[in-house]
């Protein structure tokens, strides 16, 4: 009982930051700390593309800052099929580390993945996100492919563009057959 109210305690203070962090309007969660100073490992990070799973980003057309990427379960590697992947947005403690994301489900960048597992999300706002895929009971961290102890991040405030995430494994649940 005792974790449970810590747990719930703990789940208040950060909605309650959250809360904060939007409130000087427009939608977008703001740090108002600065810019931290770490790199984003979705330059590094990305895992090599079967032969029968081509770039993504020659599969569509990149506008702005584009993340995209496949999405498959990581014990048989079929693709995850018809489920949001939301951007959730990068927020910061005083000493520029990233304490946790926030995510609204409702007006976050998003992409829902198709009969191959493949996401895209373009034209996303210049910050940093981590990935998180729609779950039951509640979405879930992505990570990165080459390192699973690493949540997927992106970040396109040094640099924008377009980032091909390649084959990403994870351990959703599978959805219940019709």
């Given at each position: 009982?005792?974790?449970?109210?810590?747990?719930?305690?703990?789940?208040?203070?950060?909605?309650?930051?959250?809360?904060?962090?939007?409130?000087?309007?427009?939608?977008?969660?703001?740090?108002?700390?600065?810019?931290?100073?770490?790199?984003?490992?979705?330059?590094?990070?990305?895992?090599?593309?079967?032969?029968s799973r081509p770039s993504c980003l020659t599969l569509i057309e990149p506008v702005g800052n584009t993340v995209c990427g496949y999405v498959v379960y990581e014990s048989d590697n079929t693709p995850v099929v018809g489920r949001p992947v939301f951007l959730a947005e990068a927020l910061f403690g005083a000493d520029n580390s990233i304490v946790f994301a926030a995510l609204d489900q409702n007006t976050a960048p998003k992409g829902v993945t198709d009969e191959n597992g493949m996401f895209y999300v373009v034209d996303v706002p210049s910050n940093p996100y981590f990935l998180m895929i729609s779950d039951y009971p509640q979405p879930v961290m992505l990570h990165e492919p080459d390192n699973p102890e690493n949540d997927l991040m992106v970040d396109w405030r040094e640099k924008e563009g377009a980032f091909d995430l390649g084959v990403i494994p994870s351990q959703v649940f599978a959805s219940p057959e019709p």
């Open positions: 009982m005792k974790s449970k109210v810590i747990t719930l305690l703990t789940c208040l203070g950060i909605l309650a930051l959250c809360g904060a962090c939007n409130s000087g309007g427009g939608g977008q969660a703001v740090s108002p700390l600065g810019k931290p100073t770490f790199a984003s490992p979705a330059t590094t990070a990305v895992a090599t593309v079967p032969a």
